[in-house]
């Protein structure tokens, strides 16, 4: 299936989450992933580099709260993985080179740009507009933490140093075991239908997570459902807090007793899980701006390797045209009309004059066209200054009574002639 027949089957009813082009202001377009991910070899989530990541919640029971320690599988654990599987895709579908390295980051990358960090020579950098959350596993971290000790190379190691008794090998970081589940939501705000697509390869071409991913923690993306709307739905933690209680209801009632048999259980039926977390995304959301999308499953399984090169093609041709025009704004401020002099502009001219030359008497001046309109005279019976355009009506200079001067650019656009002032040089400007 071609992108455009992909675009006909899903971009309709997708559209109130999406935007046609990139845009520089949040406009609360929301396209939100819901995935289960299952942990199909061992994987290390370490901070220290040692101990698993761990934290402690509680999840309210009938009859009391019961709390849990999940693994955590921290949001840079997910991002960092997708970012290099998605630099790799783009190297090989559209040749385009990049890096991990934040300042090196590019704008002609679309990956850069919709992950965020791209940044060029005209110092404009871009946030992210995929957004990702710790995600928690649904059972305890006692039951899928695994402690791994390597063998010892050879007796002089092996031995303590009274060279009386053997100790174990050093030991290797904390493993967490297969059939490990986290639900979570993968969010995007304000992208292309493109872009969407390049994700959605992302996430189902991606493989593997964690620390030494080249070599272990094999993953398995699960999609339940694609959402769009005006607002995010629930969060990673609620999802896996409500699959323990709803698996605890489904066989007995969640009280505590039932709630720490599913929390320290030493496997999970993922099929189970699969529906239950769909359904309490889903139940939650029905209360908010958030509708699923019909057939998300098809749209799943229409994005191959083609589809992602064309989305990559395009989007690379509309982050060109959105930099060019943020690149021309950032290069010049408008300031007033000329044909809105003396009128509705008065106001505007006389902060701009205030704010950039701090000259206060202007706020009681009088403002006049002289010399055939090609002359702007501010003036009280103490103070003056003029802004005279030149005969091609494309420069205006400014002359202040106190001997400071400027330039201003002057540009016919839609039949009105307006006037901006060039920026030169400044700080890196952020796109948000």
């Known amino acids: 299936m071609t992108l455009e027949e992909i675009r006909k089957?899903?971009?309709?009813?997708?559209?109130?989450?999406?935007?046609?082009?990139?845009?520089?202001?949040?406009?609360?377009?929301?396209?939100?992933i819901l995935l289960l991910r299952e942990l199909q070899s061992s994987a290390i989530f370490t901070t220290n580099g040692q101990d698993a990541d761990i934290t402690t919640v509680g999840i309210h029971a009938d009859d009391g709260l019961v709390d849990y320690s999940p693994v955590m599988m921290f949001k840079r654990k997910q991002t960092g993985s997708d970012r290099r599987k998605g630099k790799e895709l783009q190297r090989n579908l559209i040749g385009i080179e990049d890096t991990?390295?934040?300042?090196?980051?590019?704008?002609?990358?679309?990956?850069?740009?919709?992950?965020?960090?791209?940044?060029?020579?005209?110092?404009?950098?871009?946030?992210?507009?995929?957004?990702?959350?710790?995600?928690?596993?649904?059972?305890?971290s006692s039951v899928l933490v695994e402690e791994k000790f390597q063998n010892a190379p050879g007796d002089s190691y092996a031995k303590r140093t009274d060279d009386k008794r053997a100790s174990a090998g050093p030991r290797e970081p904390d493993f967490i075991m297969p059939g490990t589940l986290f639900p979570c939501v993968v969010t995007l705000r304000d992208a292309t239908f493109e872009e969407l697509v390049f994700v959605l390869g992302v996430t189902k071409m991606n493989k593997r997570y964690g620390a030494a991913t080249s070599r272990i923690g094999r993953m398995a993306n699960h999609f339940l459902g694609i959402y769009y709307g005006l607002e995010e739905g629930p969060a990673n933690l609620f999802l896996s807090q409500e699959i323990v209680r709803r698996l605890a209801a489904a066989n007995g009632g969640a009280t505590s007793e039932k709630l720490k048999k599913v929390i320290y259980s030493q496997v999970l039926d993922i099929e189970v899980v699969k529906g239950l977390t769909k359904q309490a995304f889903e139940d939650e959301i029905r209360a908010l701006n958030i509708k699923p999308l019909e057939g998300s499953e098809g749209l799943v399984d229409s994005i191959t390797a083609d589809a992602v090169r064309e989305a990559l093609e395009i989007q690379k041709t509309k982050a060109a045209d959105f930099f060019k025009l943020v690149n021309e704004k950032r290069e010049k401020k408008y300031v007033f009309s000329w044909d809105?002099?003396?009128?509705?502009?008065?106001?505007?001219?006389?902060?701009?004059?205030?704010?950039?030359?701090?000259?206060?008497?202007?706020?009681?001046?009088?403002?006049?066209?002289?010399?055939?309109?090609?002359?702007?005279?501010?003036?009280?019976?103490?103070?003056?200054?003029?802004?005279?355009?030149?005969?091609?009506?494309?420069?205006?200079?400014?002359?202040?009574?106190?001997?400071?001067?400027?330039?201003?650019?002057?540009?016919?656009?839609?039949?009105?002639?307006?006037?901006?002032?060039?920026k030169k040089g400044g700080r890196r400007k952020k796109v948000e």
């Open 9 to 32: 089957n899903f971009g309709a009813e997708l559209k109130p989450g999406l935007v046609d082009q990139l845009i520089n202001n949040p406009s609360a377009h929301y396209i939100q």
């Open 100 to 140: 991990m390295a934040v300042n090196e980051m590019n704008q002609v990358s679309p990956e850069s740009i919709l992950y965020g960090s791209a940044a060029g020579e005209e110092a404009i950098s871009v946030t992210s507009r995929v957004m990702y959350d710790t995600a928690y596993s649904i059972r305890d």
């Open 340 to 422: 809105k002099i003396s009128g509705e502009d008065n106001g505007r001219l006389i902060e701009f004059l205030t704010k950039k030359f701090d000259i206060d008497w202007v706020k009681t001046a009088k403002i006049e066209k002289i010399d055939n309109d090609k002359t702007i005279k501010v003036s009280t019976e103490k103070n003056s200054l003029s802004l005279r355009i030149n005969d091609k009506k494309t420069e205006v200079i400014l002359e202040i009574d106190d001997g400071r001067a400027n330039k201003f650019e002057a540009k016919m656009e839609n039949d009105e002639l307006k006037i901006y002032e060039k």
